[in-house]
């Protein structure tokens, strides 16, 4: 790989230009990633907020589910936000019966945890690693993160209010999610920090 690593966008339904337009803005060539031959052309996938339940029936419907997976076994570096958290993460409350996830991070989320579209809210949130100044975490009915196995690193939690200690960000070796939406604030710190961790496992 260049120092330009090339990251697709899962562009099945969702937020996709908002993630393109930042990840393009920190550093990285950009593509749409369809069919499991645009997969193979990608060094790291992002896969956007939306709604995770269509994303999973699109995934099957495509014959993609089975290569995102075979993706995530080989070590491809992801990064999920929103309805990409829930698919990445192994378990899943309060999703549909029939709902399938990619899985890869050793998590439990719930869906729709905070409540209903009318609970979204911004809540600025402190994340280490990306620097000390604080990150306007965008919440749309977002998941959280409920349970976490051995290996996951919690990267943020909420900081105030009755949610206090709630798990908003982990990552789990090459696998990065947020329960916000990072793509829509224009700060792109969090897309920054995705794209310098996938030239660095290069
Ligand atoms: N509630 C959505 C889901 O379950 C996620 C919402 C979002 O991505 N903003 O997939």
Redesign the pocket.
Known sequence: MTSTPRVGVLSLQGDVREHLVALEASGARTSMVRTREDLAEVDALVIP?????TMSKLALLFDLMLPLREAVAAGMPMYGS??GL?MLANRIEDGRPDQETIGGIDITVR??AFGRQVDSFEIPITIEAIGPQPFDGVF????WVEQVGPGVQVLARIEQGPRAGTIVAVQHEGLLATSF?PEITGDHRVHQFFVESVRQRA
């Open positions: 907020g939306g709604e995770s339940t929103c309805a829930i869906r729709n749309i009915r977002a998941p939406h």
